[in-house]
């Protein structure tokens, strides 16, 4: 294994017995009486010292950067090596079905694993439907659904309250609307943009929508676009989440994103067999 601390301390000590020399020839050379070489050889001789010593130095930063190479044997070894329970394993599965919302599989996968969920299952069934309500433009049947099963999630969280409100106001946009788009604005979250800037910022954008007639050339025309649906709908399905003490992301992805970070951290140091895509979780040789 090459070590950068050892071979640099080499060529340091190859340095200190050169400069030994060199020094020699300029000092007790002539006493012996051997000529002086004069200034310009003298400066010539130092000035081939340090370009080789710079070389030196440039080689070990060349075998430093040298990547160890592991070969497919060796990393699956490696891999054979960390043992990971079933149990935590089908904890990982459930709760991703749980979180995002797949109720029938979690429930099948709870009779085949005998893994238990840590929530109601009943519960997934209520909050997908307040998700598919919002997801359909039927805000306001959302609103009433997620009162239904926790009064104090808007109470609680005005931004949520908000941004429903506002998706409320895009869907009365959306269907041409207007006067009572205008008539919603004004009553219903223009006093809470007068409370808070942000929400402020965000009503006059959407209002904005009105100023144009074709849409595909508003500067804020991503308002209508389904995923402004989606991403209102996250929002709803994670605060019911918070509320019912579960995480409101699925810790699948977390790994995953962990993975490829821990990757690209390895990549500096070495080549070896890498999961480039996800789906497949191939391993695939390095290029060496």
Same mark, same amino acid.
């Not at 130092?46 to 430093?64: D, G, N, R, T």
């Not at 990393?75 to 090596?81: G, V």
């Given at each position: 294994?090459?070590?950068?601390?050892?071979?640099?301390?080499?060529?340091?000590?190859?340095?200190?017995?050169?400069?030994?020399?060199?020094?020699?020839?300029?000092?007790?050379?002539? =006493?012996q009486?051997?000529?002086?070489?004069?200034?310009? !050889?003298?400066? =010539?001789?130092?000035?081939?010292?340090?370009?080789?010593?710079?070389?030196?130095? /440039?080689?070990?930063?060349?075998?430093?950067?040298?990547?160890?190479?592991?070969?497919?044997?060796e990393?699956?070894?490696?891999?054979?090596?960390v043992?990971?329970?079933?149990?935590?394993?089908?904890?990982?599965?459930?709760?991703?079905?749980?979180? +995002?919302?797949?109720?029938?599989?979690?429930?099948?996968?709870?009779?085949?694993?005998?893994?238990?969920?840590?929530? $109601?299952?009943?519960? !997934?069934? $209520?909050?997908?439907?307040?998700?598919?309500?919002?997801?359909?433009?039927?805000?306001?049947?959302?609103?009433?659904?997620?009162?239904d099963?926790?009064?104090? #999630?808007?109470?609680?969280?005005?931004?949520?309250?908000?941004?429903?409100?506002?998706?409320? *106001?895009?869907? %009365? !946009?959306?269907?041409?609307?207007?006067?009572? /788009?205008?008539?919603?604005?004004?009553?219903?979250?223009?006093?809470?943009?007068?409370?808070?800037?942000?929400?402020?910022?965000?009503? +006059?954008?959407?209002?904005?929508? *009105?100023?144009?007639? $074709?849409?595909?050339?508003?500067?804020?025309g991503?308002?209508? $676009? !389904? @995923?402004?649906?989606?991403?209102?709908? @996250?929002?709803?399905?994670?605060?019911? %989440?918070?509320?019912? @003490?579960? +995480?409101?992301?699925?810790?699948?992805?977390?790994? %995953?994103?962990?993975?490829?970070?821990?990757?690209?951290? *390895?990549?500096?140091?070495? /080549?070896?067999? =890498? #999961?480039?895509?996800?789906?497949?979780?191939i %391993?695939?040789?390095?290029?060496?």
């Open positions: 294994m090459f070590h950068r601390d050892k071979a640099l301390g080499v060529t340091l000590q190859w340095l200190r017995q050169a400069t030994r020399s060199l020094w020699k020839w300029y000092t007790i050379c002539p =006493r009486g051997i000529p002086d070489p004069g200034p310009n !050889i003298k400066m =010539r001789a130092l000035m081939s010292l340090f370009w080789l010593v710079i070389s030196q130095l /440039a080689e070990i930063e060349a075998m430093a950067a040298s990547k160890k190479v592991i070969t497919r044997e990393w699956e070894k490696k891999l054979n090596d043992k990971i329970r079933k149990e935590d394993m089908n904890k990982l599965v459930m709760n991703f079905l749980v979180t +995002e919302g797949y109720v029938e599989a979690a429930e099948k996968f709870r009779m085949e694993s005998g893994t238990e969920p840590d929530i $109601d299952l009943a519960t !997934i069934t $209520d909050r997908m439907a307040v998700k598919k309500a919002v997801q359909s433009g039927n805000v306001e049947d959302a609103i009433e659904k997620v009162n099963l926790n009064p104090e #999630i808007l109470d609680t969280n005005p931004q949520l309250f908000f941004h429903l409100q506002q998706q409320r *106001l895009i869907e %009365l !946009i959306r269907n041409g609307k207007v006067e009572e /788009a205008l008539e919603f604005a004004q009553e219903e979250l223009a006093p809470r943009g007068e409370e808070n800037q942000s929400f402020l910022e965000e009503l +006059e954008r959407t209002v904005a929508l *009105l100023a144009f007639e $074709d849409v595909s050339n508003c500067p804020v991503e308002l209508l $676009d !389904i @995923s402004q649906r989606l991403k209102t709908a @996250s929002e709803v399905n994670a605060a019911i %989440l918070t509320s019912q @003490s579960h +995480e409101k992301d699925p810790k699948l992805p977390s790994l %995953l994103k962990m993975l490829l970070w821990a990757q690209n951290q *390895l990549d500096e140091k070495a /080549a070896y067999p =890498r #999961i480039n895509d996800l789906s497949t979780a %391993l695939e040789d390095p290029a060496v």
